[in-house]
């Protein structure tokens, strides 16, 4: 069966918060001041239905919850830009476009709420991640943008949509 992309779902929260915490720690990443402790982790659907201007997609196969990525004003960033977040899959469907698929879907949604940059945080241990942003067009940056909260993170990048 063909991986769907829609919007995200009240009931989908759960299974989001374990799919990106389980990722964050497959890859060792720090657990304080990254979305693993962000609150907002376990209430995505309302974080996106609180704000305008932003969505999130889930990406499903055979009726199951894989990943999900959105797009979102967070507070500080410069004028036209939005964040490219909680891009996250389980580990069984890496590896096999879902992730690309989800950004372009993403990129879509945020030329056509009027961005003209996407921003994004990550660490080097997310490794094949980055190198998947920097093939999409992100280039680096030398600090954060914006005001995530997500202190820890160490690679911040942004691209020109």
Known sequence: MPVTLRNIKKEDNEELA???????VE????????VYSDPDTD???EMFEESPASCYFVAEEDGALIGGCGVYPTPGLPTGYAELVKLY??????GRGIGKMMMDKCYEAAKAMG???????SFPQLAKAV???EKAGFKPL?????????FACTIWMAKEL
């Open 89 to 94: 899959l389980t580990n069984a469907t890496r």
């Open 27 to 34: 890859f060792d990443v720090p657990k304080i001041g990254t």
């Open 115 to 121: 961005y003209t940059h996407l921003y994004l945080e």
């Open 43 to 45: 209430r995505l659907f």
């Open 131 to 133: 190198s998947i942003y």
């Open 142 to 150: 030398a600090g954060a943008l914006g005001n995530s909260g997500h």
């Open 18 to 24: 374990r799919i990106i915490r389980a990722s964050l």
